[in-house]
């Protein structure tokens, strides 16, 4: 029973990511740390189940295949707190906050708002390089807030 669980899963993972790959030129997700989200014990099922891991797995060797940029935007990247109309940044937002308004007036859902962030963030990396604007750039590691490029692909590589 819980082969044919995993089957179904990987199946409509494949499925899902492949549409994904195929239908769009340009992906842009968010590196979470699914391991430190597992210490969660009220969520640690819900995201076990879900299989995050192996969904960006198959989107990375996907889009290699079928010449698509895929762009991991960094799990530091302010998103949830980021205004996606103006790019005023909220100081404090615990998870319990599933809304909020930002003092340009706009009402974000939490989700939404972070998904528009993401993306703005990953077409920006595109356009101009990484931490183009100084309030998206990750204020923990002063690294550019998304992985240009995959550190598998330069594995082996002599450096000059």
């Not at 599933?98 to 708002?113: A, I, P």
Request: charged content about 25%; glycine content about 6%; hydrophobic content about 35%.
């Amino acid at each position: 029973m819980h082969a044919r669980i995993t089957d179904r899963r990987r199946d409509h993972l494949h499925k899902l990511t492949t549409r994904l790959v195929r239908e769009t030129r340009t992906i842009v997700i968010e590196d979470l740390t699914v391991r430190n989200m597992l210490g969660n014990h009220r969520l640690a099922r819900a995201i076990s189940d879900a299989a995050w891991r192996q969904v960006r797995t198959m989107l990375e060797y996907k889009a290699d295949w079928y010449g698509r940029t895929l762009v991991v935007v960094d799990h530091w990247f302010p998103s949830s707190k980021l205004c996606s109309a103006c790019g005023a940044l909220a100081q404090r937002m615990p998870l319990t906050v599933r809304s909020w308004t930002c003092r340009c007036g706009q009402t974000h859902d939490r989700d939404v708002n972070a998904a528009r962030t993401i993306l703005a963030e990953g077409l920006s990396v595109i356009a101009c390089g990484g931490g183009v604007r100084p309030q998206r750039e990750s204020s923990r590691t002063g690294q550019s807030s998304a992985k240009q490029e995959n550190p598998r692909a330069t594995t082996g590589v002599p450096v000059l």
